[in-house]
């Protein structure tokens, strides 16, 4: 199991600080004890579990700046926390430092339908987004699965994708501007409803710094006009070799799908049977191929689509009938992961990327593994755009077991970096994949990384420990980056 | 051509770095005009050169810094694919390495997304003279700080740029555009308004007198709108496009300087004297006109935007080309450049003064 890094001496306890704290938050924004810490013992990675020293649950960016700058002042890490959704442990807390909670930020502050963005609190729910204009004709795209309950600040923390990335990008593609508070409590303003800023693009460097370099108090999301039509095209295959053909075929005959899944078999027989959606259970992938535009447009693409997975062997293609039977398509897809859950006592879910010609050997690798770790395997896969979610079945009473999936899971996640991809496509790092970021970077890179940091956070407080491991953790982690046939930290001593 | 001379580069700045000697860095020089003056021993990426990498159906390619924007065109458009961002060239010896460098987007910005939006990784060049990658060949990455959309618009202050892999998008199959005659207030109106329904919008600009609504897709697709929308189908729409792209347009010719407002799109038209030239249906305007640089920027800030003198009159007095920064940001720009360039030798002042 990973732990966080080591973190820097702290003051948490200093009865002064607490009192401090009480001075700037009402009391019940202020939670010591331990029954009120339980429920921010972990995210939605849950194998991972550490009580906070306290949490902080403010909802003034007042309130926010006065902790921060108490947390300077007494050397206390802080870890945001939106609602906890996070899949790598990026909100895992520090036994010494405070969870910030952004849970009450939750406020949509102003919708502006003609230039299609609007400003947002961190805590607001993806969902909620859309839900507040689509009566604008508008929405806001990136849509991961968790979209019901995940807050658009940890989206932007975790630079979130979902299922329709292909056309419309992640989270860093669809989000405008943000206010971003330094522990110094400075307030940054990086972009806003203007299509570019000034100066470096800080911006970027936001999504995906998973609480490293600043808290998140205000988000303007860019808005794109809801297309007048999607249609859904479900296609089975024999092969997962050949449903990933035909994933290459329908990009080079230059169709950008709006949504592009392919699901191997033991996950299309999980999703059916909890979803029942009607999935055909003996293909051996399935490939979910949704088409969005105007009427015209989605009518051509859906034929010709369709045509071109025909020739690339589909068994067959079914297109959704109506509205609600592409919704119940999709929701089997979106299902997958609880459905998965329901086929064994637990599951530990991966989050590689893959250049996409590289899936039947990956695929097939995946599959020995899955033999010699006697684990078995379901794959979802974000065909569009090469992410891949193994998910590992195990049992966590079974002494071992856990430590079996992890290993499998490194060993996953260190295949898809020796093709050529990379070891969190959305999940982000968090305390997860600490170890796999040696096996991605090499030393100079990390500390070019731990740099940038610096610049945002000199004091090392904010969520330290996750998403860069230190060089000495990657010393010890063994399974290093080999950079130009050389053993990298020739410096550090091996244990 | 192909040809590796990270080496070579990589001993120039390590010998700069041990003499302290600035570097200024350029690719085929067709954007030497942008940013504040060039100063320092030239250090050109042009030789470093070729494509590496290219996929159709992954999506991707990538190349080394100095491949002229041309070769790297011409090979997509070979496979039916395209630059989604539009880069300007701003002339015939234009890099990838600047492109990404000035992070600057055409006309189809708006709608397909920026310089920025297309980055996938890059290996760069520090000031420390180190060799680093960031990022990938993937669309999907989120391992690391996302260093390397951070070095489009650096202008090179960061690092030098070696390789660069990008996104890229097949072209559309169709594309017509339609001109509107109507006032700078209406056309702002109505570029903002289209661009909230369900239309293939690709570029909207407005020269004072008509709007111009490029459309891209299926030609069911286009056609369907076209008729929703009226308008007169213009003939040679292409071309318009490109000289916009490359500022060949009567509107950019001749003396005076030029400045770019960057403002939320739907913004009715400026109170501002001079003459305007209105691209990115809206978010992106171009002024000519002899104001003071503060009432420009000022005006700019108060909108929500900002503004940065593109082309500067020789007559001109010499000022800040790129709009302040609050201090809390102009010290984490500062600290950030102290983390890739701590002896500031990389295109020193091309930015901001003083680093």
Redesign the interface.
């Known amino acids: 199991m990973a732990h966080p890094d080591a973190t820097p001496a702290t003051h948490l306890r200093n009865p002064a600080f607490t009192q401090a704290l009480r001075a700037v938050l009402p009391s019940q924004a202020l939670l010591l004890d331990a029954e009120q810490l339980g429920p921010y013992e972990c995210d939605g990675l849950t194998a991972y579990r550490q009580l906070p020293g306290m949490v902080c649950l403010p909802d003034t960016v007042e309130q926010v700046r006065a902790i921060l700058r108490l947390c300077a002042q007494y050397r206390v890490p802080v870890v945001a926390r939106g609602a906890g959704t996070g899949l790598s442990g990026g909100a895992l807390p520090l036994a010494e430092g405070i969870i910030l909670s952004l849970a009450k930020f939750n406020r949509i502050l102003e919708i502006d339908p003609l230039n299609r963005c609007a400003r947002v609190e961190p805590g607001v729910r993806n969902l909620a987004i859309t839900q507040a204009v689509a009566n604008h004709g508008l929405y806001y795209a990136p849509d991961p699965s968790s979209q019901i309950a995940c807050s658009i600040g940890g989206n932007v923390a975790e630079n979130s994708g979902g299922v329709h990335c292909l056309k419309y990008g992640l989270t860093v593609h669809n989000v405008l501007g943000l206010k971003v508070l330094t522990l110094d409590g400075d307030i940054l303003e990086l972009g806003g409803a203007a299509l570019d800023a000034p100066g470096y693009d800080l911006l970027a460097v936001l999504h995906g710094s998973e609480g490293l370099l600043g808290i998140i108090v205000e988000i303007t999301v860019k808005l794109l006009p809801k297309p007048e039509r999607a249609q859904l095209l479900l296609a089975a295959f024999a092969s997962v070799a050949q449903a990933g053909e035909a994933v290459g075929q329908i990009i080079s005959a230059g169709f950008i799908p709006a949504g592009l899944e392919m699901m191997d078999n033991l996950a299309i027989r999980a999703a059916e049977a909890y979803a029942h959606v009607g999935y055909p259970v003996d293909a051996a992938a399935l490939l979910l191929c949704e088409l969005d535009g105007t009427n015209q447009e989605v009518s051509e693409q859906i034929f010709q689509v369709r045509q071109l997975l025909l020739a690339a062997g589909a068994t067959d293609v079914h297109t959704a009938r109506d509205e609600q039977e592409r919704l119940k398509l999709w929701a089997g897809r979106k299902a997958a992961f609880p459905a998965v859950g329901r086929i064994a006592p637990d599951y530990y879910c991966m989050d590689g990327t893959i250049p996409r010609k590289r899936l039947s050997e990956v695929l097939q690798r995946i599959a020995e593994l899955s033999a010699e770790y006697n684990l078995p395997v379901a794959n979802v896969f974000h065909a569009g755009d090469g992410n891949l979610h193994p998910l590992i079945l195990y049992d966590a009473n079974k002494p071992g077991e856990l430590a079996r999936a992890e290993q499998f899971g490194g060993q996953i996640l260190e295949l898809c970096v020796a093709v050529g991809g990379t070891i969190t496509g959305e999940h982000g790092v968090g305390v997860e994949k600490l170890g796999q970021m040696c096996t991605q970077f090499a030393p100079l890179e990390l500390q070019q990384f731990h740099a940038i940091k610096h610049a945002f956070d000199p004091l090392g407080l904010l969520n330290p420990g996750k998403a860069v491991p230190t060089l000495h953790r990657c010393a010890e982690f063994g399974a290093m980056h080999v950079h130009a046939g050389k053993l990298a930290f020739p410096e550090i001593e091996r244990f | 051509m192909s040809s590796d001379i990270s080496a070579q580069l990589q001993t120039a700045v390590r010998e700069a770095l041990a003499a302290r000697t600035p570097l200024q860095i350029e690719g085929g020089g067709s954007k030497r005009f942008y940013g504040r003056s060039p100063h320092g021993t030239v250090i050109s990426t042009a030789q470093h050169s070729g494509v590496i990498n290219y996929?159709?159906?992954?999506?991707?390619i990538t190349a080394r810094a100095g491949t002229p924007l041309n070769t790297i065109e011409n090979l997509l458009a070979e496979?039916?694919q395209m630059l989604p961002f539009e880069p300007p060239h701003f002339g015939p010896g234009a890099t990838l390495g600047g492109a990404i460098a000035c992070?600057l987007s055409g006309p189809r910005?708006?709608y397909a997304?920026?310089v920025?939006?297309f980055v996938l990784g890059v290996k760069i060049l520090?000031g420390q003279g180190?060799i680093?990658?960031?990022g990938?060949?993937?669309?999907?990455?989120?391992?690391?700080?996302?260093?390397s959309?951070?070095m489009?618009?650096?202008l090179g202050t960061?690092g030098i740029i070696l390789e660069a892999s990008l996104k890229v998008?097949?072209?559309p199959?169709h594309e017509q555009t339609l001109t509107f005659e109507c006032t700078s207030a209406e056309a702002i109106?109505n570029m903002?308004?289209w661009?909230?329904?369900?239309?293939?919008i690709s570029g909207a600009a407005y020269d004072g007198v008509h709007v111009y609504l490029r459309l891209s897709?299926?030609?069911?697709?286009v056609?369907?709108?076209c008729a929703e929308l009226g308008g007169t189908v213009h003939a040679d729409a292409h071309h318009f496009w490109h000289q916009l792209r490359e500022q060949q347009l009567p509107f950019f010719q001749g003396g005076g300087s030029l400045w770019r407002l960057?403002?939320?799109?739907?913004t009715p038209p400026l109170a501002l004297p001079g003459q305007w030239f209105i691209d990115?249906g809206g978010?992106?305007r171009w002024l000519r006109n002899p104001l003071p640089a503060e009432v420009i920027r000022a005006t700019a800030a108060r909108l929500?935007?900002?503004t940065?003198l593109f082309k500067r009159d020789e007559t001109d007095a010499p000022h800040e080309i790129?709009?302040p920064?609050?201090p809390?940001?102009a010290s984490?720009?500062r600290?950030?450049k102290?983390?890739?360039d701590p002896h500031g030798i990389l295109n020193p002042g091309r930015?901001?003064a003083n680093w």
């Open positions: 996929e159709p159906t992954e999506l991707v496979q039916g992070g910005r708006p997304g920026a920025r939006d520090t180190d680093l990658t960031f990938g060949q993937v669309m999907k990455n989120v391992a690391g700080f996302d260093a959309r951070l489009a618009g650096a960061l998008l097949p072209r199959a109106r903002n308004r661009a909230a329904l369900p239309l293939p897709g299926g030609a069911a697709g056609r369907q709108a960057s403002l939320p799109p739907a990115w978010a992106q929500g935007g900002h940065m790129f709009q920064l609050p809390p940001l984490i720009h600290r950030l102290a983390a890739f930015l901001y």
